[in-house]
C-alpha cells in the first residue's frame, strides 16, 4: 500500500468516526440511556399497564355505573358474583368504578398539566430571558398569586364557572402554573450567563439556535422531572376538590372520590379504600420513576 493510499484509508476511517459521534443526537443519546435505567422503565411499564386498564376495564365487568345492586351492598370481592374488586356502599360494582375513576383522574392530571406547563414555560421563560424591570414585574405579580390560597382560588374559580369535569382541570391548571414558571425562570437566568453561551453570542451564533442547543437542553430536565411530579399533585387536589363537593360529580367518579368515600368505610368495608389508594400510590411512584429516568437521561452533564 503506498503512502497516499494510506493517509486516504486514515481519513475515511476518521470521517466516518466523525459522521457516527455527529450523527447521535441528544434526543437519540437520552433516550438510550433513559431505556437502560430499569426503575424508569418498570415505572413506564405500570403506567402503561393502569392507562390501558383504565381503558378496557370497565368493558370487561358485566356491570356498568349505573348498576346498583342493593342486595350487595359492600360485598366483599368475590370471583362468583363476578365483583372482582366488591361492591361500594351503594352496591355499585367496584371494579368499575376503580376503572373509571383512573381513567378520569390521569385525565385530569394530564391535562392541568398540559394547561400549567404552557402557562408556566411561557411566562417563566419569557421573564428569565427579558430580564430587567420586565422580570421583576412578572415575578412580582406571581408573587402575589402565591399569596392566595391555592384551594381558595380553586373554589372560587369553579363556583364561578361551573362543576363540570373541563373547568375542574382548568381551574387547577391556572393555579399550578405558578411553580413551573419560577423553575424555568430560575434556570433561564442561570444558564444564559454560562461561558459556553456567551461564546455562541461572541461567535455570532443565532439567538434560535443557542435556544435550541445550549438552553433548551439544560432547561428541559428539571422541567420534565417537576411535570411528572405535578400529575400526581393535580389528582390530590382533585381529590380534595371532590372531597368538599366542588369536583367530580355523579355518575362520574374518580380515585379521590373513592377514596373520601372509602375512608368512612375502612371498618366495614376495607377494599373500598385499600383497592384505589394502592392504584394511586402505585401511579405515584411511577410517576417518580419516570421523572428521575428522565432527569438523568436529559442532563448534557450526564453525557
Not at 393535580?234 to 363537593?245: A, C, D, K, Q, R
Not at 355523579?250 to 373513592?258: H, I, M, Q, Y
Request: charge should be positive; charged fraction near 15%; hydrophobic fraction near 50%.
Amino acid at each position: 500500500m503506498t503512502l497516499f493510499a494510506a493517509q486516504t484509508a486514515a481519513q475515511e476511517k476518521l470521517m466516518g468516526a466523525a459522521a457516527r459521534v455527529q450523527g447521535r443526537s441528544l434526543w437519540a443519546d437520552a433516550r438510550r440511556r433513559f431505556v437502560k435505567n430499569r426503575a424508569a422503565m418498570t415505572g413506564v411499564c405500570i403506567l402503561g399497564l393502569i392507562s390501558f386498564m383504565a381503558v378496557i376495564g370497565p368493558l370487561l365487568s358485566p356491570y356498568t355505573l349505573e348498576d346498583l345492586a342493593w342486595e350487595s351492598i359492600s360485598q366483599a370481592p368475590s370471583w362468583a358474583d363476578k365483583h372482582w374488586f366488591g361492591t361500594d356502599d351503594t352496591g355499585r360494582d367496584l371494579w368499575v368504578s376503580v376503572w373509571s375513576g383512573a381513567r378520569v383522574s390521569l385525565t385530569i392530571g394530564l391535562l392541568t398539566t398540559l394547561v400549567s406547563l404552557s402557562i408556566g414555560v411561557t411566562y417563566g421563560a419569557t421573564a428569565g430571558f427579558i430580564g430587567g424591570r420586565t422580570d421583576m414585574a412578572m415575578m412580582r405579580f406571581v408573587d402575589v398569586l402565591y399569596a392566595l390560597p391555592l384551594l381558595f382560588f380553586i373554589i372560587i374559580l369553579v363556583t364561578v364557572f361551573g362543576r363540570n369535569i373541563y373547568l375542574v382541570f382548568l381551574a387547577i391548571g391556572c393555579v399550578e402554573w405558578l411553580t413551573m414558571a419560577r423553575i424555568v425562570r430560575g434556570q433561564t437566568l442561570a444558564v444564559k450567563k454560562k461561558e459556553y453561551v456567551e461564546a455562541a453570542h461572541a461567535a455570532g451564533v443565532a439567538t434560535p439556535a443557542i435556544l435550541r442547543r445550549h438552553i433548551i437542553p439544560n432547561v428541559i430536565g428539571p422541567v420534565i422531572v417537576y411535570v411528572t411530579l405535578l400529575v400526581p399533585i393535580n389528582i390530590l387536589v382533585e381529590s380534595y376538590l371532590s372531597f368538599l363537593g366542588l369536583g367530580v360529580q355523579e355518575p362520574l367518579t374518580s380515585w379521590g372520590v373513592l377514596i373520601s368515600r372509602g375512608a368512612n368505610t375502612l371498618e366495614t368495608a376495607p377494599w373500598m379504600l385499600i383497592i384505589p389508594a394502592i392504584l394511586l400510590a402505585l401511579t405515584m411512584f411511577s410517576f417518580n420513576f419516570i421523572g428521575d429516568g428522565l432527569r438523568d437521561a436529559l442532563d448534557p452533564k450526564e453525557r
